[in-house]
């Protein structure tokens, strides 16, 4: 974690980027933005009561010097945010529904990010991924050319690092679908300054097996290699459909995939569930003792992402950082 930390921290030395913390009343939060405001990577900007955050400030010896607190229900950019809000629904929402809307932190908070007062959102230390992706897919949106959000966690032992996608957010994909998250995530991986080797996972390796659930992942390889080359985007490699131990060991991708492109090197493993992703990374995280670090999404337009519920600090801070350096690309 720490290289990948220093990485993005010298590329965001001096920035500053604006990042908003939903969730200011939470102490965890809260701790990380005191610890945010202290660099030159981050400005936190903290949603909530202002009476309660100063009080829990206060408790836990916090020192909010510099740090902007904006209280929703209260804040002066209240009525321009409803006013915007409308306008981006487009007849989805009256203003009197906006303005009950924009009390909620995560809808207030992703349309500081949508009128460009903020470079990204980090929240679900007290929400649910719903609460957090919704208002993002509603107002933010995702780039042209993507119909998806997804999820990736970056798997972190020692000096070993690795992108495992979708574990998050899409419970049904097709080929297309999958072919997208692919080709995201090299991006992902492109932009914290990996050589993607994406490998696509299945239980089978290179036509071993035969299956709807197998030709599926067929599919989305060609349409995936596809989207690379027609988009010139260079120093990716994609290749399957690969069993996880051909994907990760030489000796047996040599045995089970002679001349494969990727021969045992992966680095981006898509899963072809979010129900295979979810089970994979947590077990990479539990018995191989790999530190997991996201979900962070990505196909928006902006950055926002989402943390467990059982965060801690170090996991704010450190998802702070990741998504001020999507904020760059």
Do not use: W
């Amino acid at each position: 974690m720490a290289d990948l930390l220093n990485v993005l921290q010298e590329k965001l030395s001096g920035k500053n980027v604006k990042i908003v913390l939903p969730e200011g009343e939470d102490e965890r939060v809260l701790t990380a933005a005191t610890q945010l405001q202290e660099s030159d990577y981050v400005s936190p900007i903290v949603l909530g009561n202002e009476e309660k955050i100063k009080s829990l400030a206060e408790e836990k010896s916090l020192n909010l010097t510099n740090i902007e607190i904006i209280d929703p229900s209260s804040s002066d950019l209240k009525p321009e945010l409803v006013d915007e809000f409308v306008e981006r629904r487009k007849g989805k929402a009256t203003k009197e529904q906006a303005e009950e809307m924009l009390d909620n932190v995560n809808y207030f908070g992703t349309m500081l990010v949508y009128t460009g007062k903020a470079a990204g959102l980090v929240s679900g230390a007290a929400h649910s991924t719903g609460d957090t992706v919704r208002p993002a897919l509603q107002i933010i949106k995702t780039k042209p050319g993507v119909s998806k959000t997804s999820g990736i966690f970056f798997m972190i032992k020692d000096d070993e690092q690795y992108i495992f996608g979708d574990c998050a957010i899409n419970p049904e994909l097709d080929a297309q679908g999958l072919a997208e998250i692919a080709v995201e995530s090299a991006k992902s991986a492109l932009s914290f300054g990996m050589e993607p080797k994406v490998a696509m996972l299945s239980f089978s390796t290179k036509g071993s097996a035969k299956s709807d659930d197998v030709t599926k992942v067929q599919e989305a390889l060609k349409l995936a290699q596809e989207k690379v080359q027609s988009d010139n985007i260079e120093n990716v490699v994609i290749d399957g459909e690969f069993q996880f131990d051909a994907a990760i060991v030489p000796s047996v991708a040599e045995k089970k995939a002679p001349g494969a492109k990727i021969q045992g090197d992966a680095n981006v493993f898509i899963f072809p569930s979010l129900e295979a992703g979810n089970i994979g990374y947590k077990i990479a995280q539990r018995l191989g003792g790999y530190d997991a670090v996201g979900p962070v999404l990505q196909g928006l337009n902006s950055p926002v992402n989402d943390l467990s519920r059982g965060c801690s600090t170090e996991d704010v801070y450190n998802l702070s950082i990741i998504t001020a350096a999507q904020s760059l690309q």
